[in-house]
């Protein structure tokens, strides 16, 4: 999907979302910096693996103009358009989002609304641990705007509360596709993807599509303890409370007890990656 026909689509349609800008030259950054809202955000148009290689992250913050200045040009010299947004102060937890499949017709068939709890990379990634929860503001902005565009088929969007005005903002979309939590909806007992099956074969929908607001909750084991990991190291979390935040899980990414190997896989090389780190980081060191 073009991100950015969708945000200005957004934008003059009246949808809440950030300041956004879309600059092509480096003289597009002076209005930017002199709207002075920073600090703001800048990702790719496309979600690239060059993109990811760089910066191994979705979103590069920044700080003041000069920040901003040397992010874009190395974008420029990779190729890569970009979109500047205006960040939106909240923690974790204030990321919400709409899950939806909308039938052939463009009726709604399911749609479901959640809320992140950690995330990886810390503050700007993906869900590694979410929870079912019910928010009427979140799901009526996603059906006005689908209803409006005459949608059809799966896709979710995500909002952020504004921690200082508590209004709520459309910060993603991801349409055609299904987010890696996908299986938080199944846990909750909603079967979106026989939905999906009986759409496209013109079977009857099942009768079962309603959300419940059970509070499930679903994990991404291995990118939840690297999220956890990463708020022990700045004394946001302890101990007690991520395993208190595991109550209620249904629904598990990557972990099975009934076919453990794919997980220990996980941890294999995500531990020679941890000891490339450490051997980069001490030649560095020496080096130095």
């Given at each position: 999907m073009n991100k950015v026909n969708f945000y200005k689509y957004?934008?003059?349609n009246g949808f809440p979302i950030p300041a956004?800008?879309?600059p092509v030259n480096k003289s597009d950054l002076k209005e930017i910096s002199d709207r002075n809202l920073f600090p703001y955000i800048i990702k790719p148009v496309k979600r690239t693996e060059n993109w990811l290689r760089r910066f191994n992250k979705k979103v590069v913050e920044v700080t003041d103009s000069e920040h901003l200045s040397r992010v874009f040009d190395m974008c420029s010299a990779a190729g890569e358009d970009v979109i500047v947004q205006e960040w939106i102060d909240?923690?974790?937890?204030?990321l919400y989002s709409c899950i939806f499949y909308y039938d052939k017709d463009c009726n709604r068939a399911v749609t479901f609304t959640s809320r992140k709890l950690r995330q990886w990379h810390i503050e700007n990634g993906d869900a590694c641990l979410a929870e079912?929860?019910?928010?009427?503001?979140?799901?009526?902005?996603?059906?006005?705007?689908l209803s409006r565009v005459r949608f059809k088929g799966i896709g979710s969007v995500e909002f952020k509360l504004d921690s200082a005005t508590g209004g709520y903002f459309i910060i993603e979309?991801?349409?055609?596709?299904?987010?890696?939590?996908?299986?938080?909806?199944?846990?909750?007992?909603?079967?979106?993807?026989?939905?999906?099956?009986?759409?496209?074969?013109?079977l009857p929908l099942p009768s079962n599509r309603g959300q419940r607001y059970t509070g499930v909750k679903w994990i991404a084991l291995y990118l939840d303890l690297r999220s956890a990991w990463a708020y022990f190291s700045e004394g946001k979390l302890t101990l007690r409370d991520w395993l208190k935040s595991l109550s209620g899980l249904k629904s598990c990414a990557d972990f099975s007890m009934r076919d453990p190997l794919p997980f220990m896989a996980i941890l294999y090389i995500g531990f020679f990656v941890l000891l490339k780190k450490i051997w980069y980081a001490l030649a560095g060191s020496s080096g130095g």
């Open positions: 957004a934008q003059q956004t800008f879309y909240g923690r974790d937890s204030d079912e929860c019910r928010n009427d503001e979140v799901l009526n902005i996603t059906m006005d705007l979309p991801n349409i055609g596709r299904p987010v890696s939590r996908i299986s938080l909806v199944e846990a909750a007992g909603i079967p979106i993807i026989y939905t999906m099956y009986c759409d496209a074969s013109g």
